[in-house]
């Protein structure tokens, strides 16, 4: 089992930033990657952005989000971050870490189904 534990969530302004911390805990030896998602109020989830765990700092972001959030890892804290920049009112939504043990398809990662554990997910409020 892992248990992951979102934090960083709140209240901004448009054009202000967040920084979303995911602290990983239990069996994270076996970790793939690591993704955002986020679920707007009245939508479904969507992929926000994932990095795969060893090795170099492959990363993936959604089109919506890409040049403005920035996904980071520390491994030896087995955390995972969420930068969040220039953020707009539909930025808006629950965000939610999510954990894949296993896997080779980088395709893959940005679907939910294939990761393993979820955390509780952390609001993101963004103000007009």
């Known amino acids: 089992q892992v248990q992951l534990v979102e934090s960083g969530g709140g209240l901004v302004q448009a054009g202000g930033s967040l920084r979303l911390s995911c602290a990983a805990s239990g069996r994270t030896f076996s970790t793939y990657a690591m993704g955002w998602f986020r679920q707007p109020p009245g939508k479904e989830r969507e992929f926000v952005a994932a990095i795969i765990w060893s090795g170099g700092s492959v990363d993936f972001y959604a089109d919506s989000v890409k040049g403005r959030f920035t996904i980071s890892r520390d491994t030896a804290k087995n955390t995972v971050y969420l930068q969040t920049d220039s953020l707009k009112p539909e930025d808006t939504a629950v965000y939610y870490c999510?954990?894949?043990?296993?896997?080779?398809?980088?395709?893959?990662?940005?679907?939910?189904?294939?990761?393993?554990?979820w955390g509780q997910g952390t609001q993101v409020t963004v103000s007009s």
């Open positions: 999510a954990h894949r043990k296993y896997g080779t398809s980088y395709r893959s990662l940005y679907s939910a189904d294939p990761y393993n554990y």
